[in-house]
């Protein structure tokens, strides 16, 4: 089965790569573009009947940063 | 309404860094994650009404590199 994860910057933290690509956007006329945020995501291959916890425990340990950023795990079978 | 963009490696094209997590991963004692691949996403929020092709216009401009990577568009009233 398949893991997702998606690590997102917590609100309130700022988020100057976000900024970055919103100017670049309005420079190149798309102006209506705002509050851009950029996070990550990473996929992997999780053995059958993986849960949620030990997914939830690999961000602890190593994929998000527990101070500055939130994590969401889809698990797809 | 607000837009998500997700970018990703081009099947195919090495991914240094999905394999670097993958073998901390693996030293971290988690052996059964495999097939690691890490991507990126931007979040927006963009004036009601705006299209999927101004978005992907964006992603061809600025925000994916078109020769390594794809790109999906997702569009949240």
Same mark, same amino acid.
């Given at each position: #089965?398949?893991?997702? !994860?998606? !690590?997102? /910057?917590?609100? @309130? !933290?700022?988020?100057? %790569?976000?900024?970055?690509?919103?100017?670049? /956007?309005?420079? /190149? @006329? *798309?102006?209506?573009?705002?509050? !851009?945020? %950029?996070?990550? *995501?990473?996929? #992997?291959?999780?053995?059958?009947?993986? @849960? %949620?916890?030990?997914?939830?425990? #690999?961000?602890? %340990? /190593?994929?998000?940063?527990?101070?500055?950023?939130?994590?969401?795990?889809?698990?797809?079978?």
């Amino acid at each position: #089965m398949k893991a997702i !994860v998606k !690590v997102t /910057l917590r609100k @309130g !933290v700022l988020d100057p %790569q976000g900024k970055a690509i919103e100017q670049a /956007l309005h420079h /190149l @006329g *798309f102006n209506g573009a705002e509050n !851009v945020r %950029q996070g990550k *995501f990473i996929e #992997m291959t999780v053995p059958d009947g993986t @849960g %949620q916890d030990k997914i939830a425990e #690999m961000c602890r %340990q /190593l994929l998000a940063n527990p101070v500055t950023e939130d994590f969401e795990i889809e698990l797809v079978a």
